[in-house]
T-cell receptor, first 114, second 110 residues
């Protein structure tokens, strides 16, 4: 089954403790991206990757890192999490061409930083 | 990438057509209009997309104005399960940056 898998689904951590949220897709998609969702603010893009070793900032990249060493994986790294990064996070992937490239989203990771 | 503007919320009676508008007045010639919806806090789900022609699939219809500055998503016979937040975005072949905005919260009422 074609899918985007995020792990973990829920994560509670403390300020400053480095964490990684994993994202993996099995559709051989070139494009992958990360979003955070906060009440009243909709979905905001954090980072995106057009292909392996190619990443770029979205609208809210501060406090986050990403890497794209292989096509299927696009982990989101919080080197020193802070309470304002408490949010619902989504990973998504698609083919590279807009004409036939719907985004496929993961089920989300709910992060709480205390 | 162009930004989109949508009403914050809309109501629709069950069984009636739901017409959700989206304004994308700064859209470029190579940008496609995509619609997604999000039920509760699940991952957003793709609905439909188009460039300039009207499109229809098993979920919905997409009507794009001739000048392409706005579009309407039509759910022909809304059900309670269509209650969700609907997002309209534009996307081109070159850019990876996507702006979702806050979407339209559609409430389908019995």
């Amino acid at each position: 089954e074609a899918q985007v898998t995020q792990n973990p689904r829920y994560l509670i951590t403390v300020t400053g403790k480095k964490l990684t949220v994993t994202c993996s897709q099995n559709m051989n998609h070139e494009y992958m991206s990360w979003y955070r969702q906060d009440p009243g603010l909709g979905l905001r893009q954090i980072y995106y990757s057009m292909n392996v070793e190619v990443t770029d900032k979205g609208d809210v990249p501060e406090g986050y890192k990403v890497s794209r060493k292989e096509k299927r994986n696009f982990p989101l790294i919080l080197e020193s999490p802070s309470p304002n990064q408490t949010s619902l996070y989504f990973c998504a992937s698609s083919g590279p061409r807009a004409y036939n490239s719907p985004l496929h989203f993961g089920n989300g990771t709910r992060l709480t930083v205390t | 990438d162009a930004k989109t503007t949508q009403p914050t919320s809309m109501d629709c009676a069950e069984g009636r057509a739901a017409n959700l508008p989206c304004n994308h007045s700064t859209i470029s010639g190579n940008e496609y209009v995509y619609w997604y919806r999000q039920i509760h806090s699940q991952g957003p789900q793709y609905i439909i997309h188009g460039l300039k022609n009207n499109e229809t699939n098993e979920m919905a219809s997409l009507i794009i104005t001739e000048d392409r500055k706005s579009s309407t998503l039509i759910l022909p016979h809304a059900t309670l399960r269509d209650t969700a937040v609907y997002y309209c975005i534009v996307r081109n072949n070159q850019g990876g940056k996507l702006i979702f905005g806050q979407g339209t919260e559609l409430s389908v009422k019995p």
